[in-house]
């Protein structure tokens, strides 16, 4: 088994915006992941908001499907660059 240093194993977090089309919109997310030496994988995803939205009752059994309140769909949309 490899053993590794304190240097080796020093890791660093990388934050997106990630967009998710569904039906009604466009869900956006901010998702954190974390590189090492060995590979990366993600430590936390947050909605924090919907974009394009074009029918807002799909938008809610979508958010609804994914585990979200469905009163996020009736919230305001995100812009482009993730502000309300």
Do not use: I
């Given at each position: 088994m490899p053993r590794y240093t304190a240097e080796q194993q020093r890791s660093t977090a990388d934050v997106?915006?990630?967009s998710v089309p569904v039906a009604g919109g466009t869900l956006v997310y901010r998702v954190e992941r974390e590189r090492t030496t060995t590979g990366s994988h993600t430590v936390g995803?947050?909605?924090v908001g919907v974009t394009d939205t074009t029918d807002r009752d799909a938008l809610a059994d979508a958010l609804?499907?994914?585990g979200h309140s469905?009163?996020?769909?009736y919230t305001?949309?995100?812009d482009a660059e993730g502000e309300r």
């Amino acid at each position: 088994m490899p053993r590794y240093t304190a240097e080796q194993q020093r890791s660093t977090a990388d934050v997106e915006q990630v967009s998710v089309p569904v039906a009604g919109g466009t869900l956006v997310y901010r998702v954190e992941r974390e590189r090492t030496t060995t590979g990366s994988h993600t430590v936390g995803r947050q909605l924090v908001g919907v974009t394009d939205t074009t029918d807002r009752d799909a938008l809610a059994d979508a958010l609804a499907d994914l585990g979200h309140s469905r009163r996020r769909a009736y919230t305001p949309a995100l812009d482009a660059e993730g502000e309300r």
